[in-house]
């Protein structure tokens, strides 16, 4: 069965880094698209990053241009950079797999709706 599991989150003061991970199990990993979104009390999830299945295209929401980096490898991981954190940052970030192998545009990694399946997501803290 696929899972994602998500790790690496915690408490970090503003400026200071973190990677998280997500590791991906039940299918080839070679065919699997990635995306990274985070979410706060009382608002929508929000997209973050996103990797197409081959690694040839990365995809950034505007606040994180610049500071965040998106990667996976060729067997079951993918993880997400954080540079430079804010405390508007804080959040817990969810990492989800598209399976289908196929070449879609930036707007469909964006939508949440994409994805097949969700991890349970890491808390990221940053304090001032």
């Known amino acids: 069965q696929v899972q994602l599991v998500e790790s690496g989150g915690g408490l970090v003061q503003a400026g200071g880094s973190l990677r998280l991970s997500c590791t991906f199990s039940?299918?080839?990993?070679?065919?699997?698209?990635v995306g990274w979104f985070r979410q706060t009390p009382g608002k929508d999830r929000e997209f973050v990053a996103a990797?197409?299945?081959?690694?040839?295209?990365k995809y950034y929401a505007e606040p994180v241009k610049g500071r965040f980096a998106i990667s996976k490898d060729r067997e079951k991981n993918a993880y997400l950079e954080m540079n430079s954190l804010q405390p508007e940052d804080t959040a817990v970030y969810y990492c989800a797999a598209e399976l289908s192998g196929r070449t879609y545009s930036e707007d469909s990694f964006r939508r949440p709706g994409h994805y097949d399946y969700w991890g349970q997501g890491t808390q990221v803290t940053v304090s001032s």
């Open positions: 990797i197409s299945y081959s690694g040839t295209y």
């Open positions: 039940g299918r080839p990993f070679r065919t699997v698209a």
